[in-house]
């Protein structure tokens, strides 16, 4: 009898090659060991709330409003509620067809993408157009869309920094295409080396793969470092040279610990060039609320922008994203108002200020936190967290850990990670989920916990470790650190 339809020897081969390591082995052991009464403590997905992070008042104060829009006739309104948030309602209420009920247009409301075009401009200092303004369920799955357009077939190929964030891989396998790895260098603070990035792209070309685009995350995931303007400038002239769209994964501008190397948009660096650089680069940048102090990732709230896309090229990707009919509207109203937030005077500003740079402030005594108490532990080192959500240490694991490892069907560093959970309850993910080099072993994990939480998570660690690597070291033949 042959297979249905739906059996798994029928399915897409492209479904099968997907793997997202996030959401993977070491996140359904953590479920397992929770439903048996276990206390975990997730750090493998950057998502704040879920890890104690309070939401901002005056966004959900409006987003309320707009939910239950009943309220604004209630006479009492005005006590429960600051002018300025009833007054955010009233308009965003008024962008739509019928409320947060109805569809809006594929592209996303048309005064919420005018707001988003503002915040670009003064971000960047260069006008930004609305039409080439997509508003989207998440930065993902405008990147799932583009990645989508750009893929043609398995000679197609995605320059992706490595270690990566799962996203493109996984997404790269569903859509046909071939994933180039370029590598960070973890010794220069993961930083860019751009003959290597050639070499890549080289090695690619012989094996007959069209290299069509190049992905980078900035800040960095799961490596946190910061792209200095001069690292900016190199690639955007590498896109160039090779006839590559740059795609600017931007999702934690807001999250910078240290005042070295600020944010820079890659579209202003391309911008401030001049023609014929500013004219012909190819660049999709994209956004979210899922991230920063606001930390909304259920709201599923995103955009991307386009630079110099061709108008033909638009129309498609507008025919394709009609075909999902609208990005959820709430979550597009959590974009504006993240885009357009409370300005000085307004009733509101002082508490939102307040709020989001105590966000800020704690993230970043958190990042300290954890990169110090990685870097206390035997045969794990760690570079400081500049920016975005989480520590990526290197795990130096002995050999009788990897033999270990090895005589169960485990990568080690999933060995070392499940150890780690079953012990202490901490869930991360192992490196080899975002790519490293061969030999070199990774944990990522966030600085979400809470600031209280974090002294006793990282003594958990250290005793683990320490237990760990006084169990596997052979000190006849292994050096500690």
């Known amino acids: 009898m042959s297979p249905k339809p739906l059996d798994y020897e029928s399915l897409n081969e492209n479904v099968k090659k997907v793997a997202y390591a996030v959401r993977g082995e070491l996140y359904l052991r953590a479920s397992e060991l929770q439903k048996e009464g276990k206390k975990i403590i997730f750090t493998n997905v950057g998502n704040p709330h879920a890890l104690g992070q309070k939401p901002l008042t005056f966004p959900r104060q409006v987003i309320a409003l707009c939910q239950a829009p ?26 739509t067809s019928g409320g947060l009920g109805a569809y809006s247009d594929s592209r996303g409301l048309p005064g919420i993408r005018k707001e988003v075009a503002e915040f670009i401009e003064r971000r960047d200092g260069y006008p930004s157009d609305p039409e080439l303004i997509y508003l989207t369920d998440g930065a993902s799955k405008g990147v799932m869309q583009i990645l989508n357009t750009v893929i043609r077939n398995e000679k197609d190929g995605i320059l992706v920094p490595v270690p990566q ?4 891989s996984a997404a790269i396998s569903l859509y046909g295409g ?31 793969i069209t290299v069509r685009a190049m992905v980078i995350i900035n800040p960095g995931n799961p490596t946190g470092q910061c792209l200095s303007e001069a690292s ?29 190397r600020p944010f820079i948009s890659a579209r ?3 911008l401030d060039m001049g023609p014929p650089m500013s004219k012909e680069v190819q660049l999709v940048s994209f956004h979210t609320v899922s991230k920063g102090y606001w930390g909304e990732c259920g709201q599923r709230g995103g955009y991307f922008e386009m630079t110099n896309i061709s108008a033909k090229t638009v129309d498609e990707i507008y025919k394709v994203a009609s075909v999902s009919l609208s990005p959820n509207v709430p979550g597009q109203i959590f974009m504006g108002l993240m885009v357009n937030p409370p300005k000085p005077g307004d009733i509101s500003y002082l508490r939102f200020v307040a709020e989001s740079k105590a966000i800020l402030e704690s993230l970043k005594r958190r990042a300290h936190i954890m990169t110090d108490g990685f870097n206390s532990c035997r045969n794990v080192v760690c570079n400081f967290t500049e920016g975005a959500m989480y520590s990526f240490p290197q795990i130096r694991l002995p050999p009788k850990a990897i033999e270990a490892a090895k005589s169960v069907g485990k990568a080690p560093d999933v060995f070392y990670c499940l150890k780690l959970l079953e012990a202490t309850g901490i869930s991360t993910v192992p490196g080899s989920g975002f790519g490293q080099k061969e030999g070199v072993f ?25 237990e760990f690597m006084e169990q596997y070291e052979d000190y006849r033949g292994y050096s500690r650190m």
């Open 70 to 95: 009943f309220l604004l006739d209630d006479p009492y309104v005005g006590i429960l509620f600051p002018a300025d948030a009833i007054a955010r309602a009233k308009h965003y209420l008024s962008l």
């Open 165 to 168: 964030y799962p996203l493109y």
């Open 178 to 208: 071939s994933l180039v790895p370029y590598y960070l260098e973890e010794e220069a603070n993961w930083g860019l080396d751009i003959n290597h990035i050639r070499q890549s792209v080289a090695a690619a070309r012989m094996k007959g």
């Open 232 to 260: 900016l400038n190199e690639l955007l002239k590498f896109c160039f040279q090779e006839n590559l769209v740059l795609l600017a994964d931007e999702v934690y501008q807001q999250n910078i610990y240290q005042d070295e």
């Open 268 to 270: 202003k660096i391309l």
């Open 442 to 466: 990774h944990l990522r994990t966030t600085i979400l916990p809470a600031e209280e939480d974090m002294p006793a998570i990282m003594t958990s660690f250290k005793k683990f470790n320490d």
